[in-house]
């Protein structure tokens, strides 16, 4: 299957502070990312659809302003969460979507605890 | 709406069992996707199967088998002579063919297997 690279894999932060996750396909190339939290024994939940060279769209609920991303080419997409405080603390995962298969491939997830 | 369905939180079965998950999905289009994905401990996502709403063939590949029935809407997955390294969250997941959701997954809660040795 086709690899998707998320990092870090883990991180902690002080309140206040910005951290930058990085997802990046790295045998096939994704117009399209995914970005998704999860909390402890529930499901995945969509945050943002990102698209190659376009302004992403975020979920209802999800703060644009706090949850900046960025894809700049067809093999990597950031999440920057912005001034991060304890509340946003919690697993974070990528996807990339294969054009041809419609199959999304996820990354192996970023653990976010702000302090 | 689109609507994925998970009735089993969990399931525990002892080594060697089968085991069935269960996943009954809603939808009004007749284009889409089905799929499931496992989620071990370490967290990530693994693909284990995709199927289009027009291939109704069930589907083996080793100890694990997948029955997509469009009459009840469902896309049942069996693992045969389950193992200790099956233990995971089972995701099940619809994806429809429009142009403003094309690619997005619509996922279950999950149903999270433990098998014991």
């Known amino acids: 299957g086709a690899v998707v690279s998320q990092h870090p894999s883990w991180v902690i932060c002080k309140s206040g502070t910005s951290v930058k996750i990085e997802c990046r396909s790295l045998?096939?190339?994704?117009?399209?990312m995914f970005w998704y939290r999860q909390f402890p024994k529930q499901s995945l939940m969509l945050m943002a659809t990102?698209?190659?060279?376009?302004?992403?769209?975020?979920e209802q609920g999800v703060e644009k302003d706090k949850f900046l991303i960025n894809h700049a080419s067809l093999t990597l997409s950031t999440l920057t969460v912005t001034s991060a405080h304890p509340e946003d603390s919690s697993f974070y995962i990528c996807s990339a979507r294969t054009g041809a298969k419609n199959i999304q491939y996820f990354g192996a997830g970023t653990r976010l605890s702000v302090l | 709406a689109q609507k994925v369905t998970q009735a089993q939180t969990e399931i525990s079965v002892v080594e060697k069992e089968d085991v069935t998950l269960d996943c009954v999905y809603e939808t009004r289009d007749t284009t889409y996707y089905l799929f499931w994905y496992k989620q071990p401990p370490s967290g990530e996502l693994v693909f284990l199967i995709r199927r289009n709403s027009f291939d109704e063939q069930n589907e083996i590949s080793g100890r694990y088998s997948w029955n997509f029935q469009k009459s009840t809407s469902s896309f049942n997955f069996t693992i045969t002579a389950s193992q200790v390294v099956d233990s995971a969250v089972y995701f099940c997941?619809?994806?429809?063919?429009?142009?403003?959701?094309?690619?997005?997954?619509?996922f279950g809660r999950g149903t999270q297997l433990t098998v014991w040795p």
């Open positions: 990102s698209n190659e060279g376009s302004k992403a769209t975020y």
């Open positions: 045998d096939f190339q994704a117009t399209t």
């Open positions: 997941a619809l994806s429809e063919d429009r142009g403003s959701t094309l690619g997005r997954l619509y």
